[in-house]
């Protein structure tokens, strides 16, 4: 897949980009691109952008829904909270988020308190993630938040399975990108289906899911869609079910039983 460029629309901003294109490999250019997909930033952030007529990909942590999610978005009664075993939790887990997109899960899970690490490969994405936090970590609503978060821009598999044994997170968390056969769905989301192209889906899951039961200590969380087939291989132990949303649980215990040992 061709690297996806970055342009600086703002001259202000020029260290700060030559810093973004040198961190993620981005090619960086001097005018902006008559067609295709490619980063811009701009004065207040770094947005993917394109010719079409879908809006800009961005990575926001502390207005729009992510503010209204951080307000009122239900505490520890959040699916995805119960999902990752916070609910009734005494000590909150350390959450490896192995596909980590946007972050929106990531930051959820950062403002009930865990301590999250943001795995992600795509440059495109780490990049837009990197520039959320830089903003997050500015503002007094949300700096405290992603404090708890940490960015690692790498392959999550790999990544997770060479983290020493002092390293290994609670719970893992992963929401894979797959081929998205719902046209209704498709259309209904032009922008995501704009960063689904770039980014690409991900087609290893069932490495990353072994992978992921590998590294987590107590639980691997596995997001789908309601009615989506699960991971292919190793079958979830439980599964919650939400109006959209589905969540597969690998409880380590159960697969794993000498983990108790470790």
Known sequence: MTATPLFCAESARRDYAEGLASRFALPLLSRQPAEGYWLELGAERLELVTTGKHGAVYAEFVE????????????????????????????????????????????????????????????????????????????????????????????????????????????????????????????????????QQVIGDDMDSARLLEAAITAARVRVVVKRPRLGAPIEGIRPSAVLDGKSTRFDLYIIKALRPQADSE
């Open 64 to 195: 729009g829904a992510a503010r209204h999610r951080r307000e009122q978005g239900g505490g520890r009664g959040q699916p995805v909270a119960k999902a990752v075993g916070l609910k009734g939790a005494k000590d909150l887990p350390h959450i490896v988020d192995a596909t980590a997109g946007l972050g929106r899960d990531s930051f959820v899970l950062a403002s009930l308190g865990c301590q999250v690490t943001m795995v992600e490969r795509s440059p495109v994405a780490a990049a837009l993630l990197f520039d959320a936090l830089e903003r997050a970590a500015r503002a007094a609503d949300t700096a405290a938040i992603a404090a708890r978060m940490q960015l690692v821009h790498a392959n999550s598999a790999d990544w997770l399975l060479q983290l020493p044994p002092e390293q290994r997170p609670d719970v893992v968390f992963v929401d894979p990108m797959f081929p998205d056969t719902d046209k209704k769905s498709a259309a209904a989301k032009k922008d995501m289906q704009a960063f």
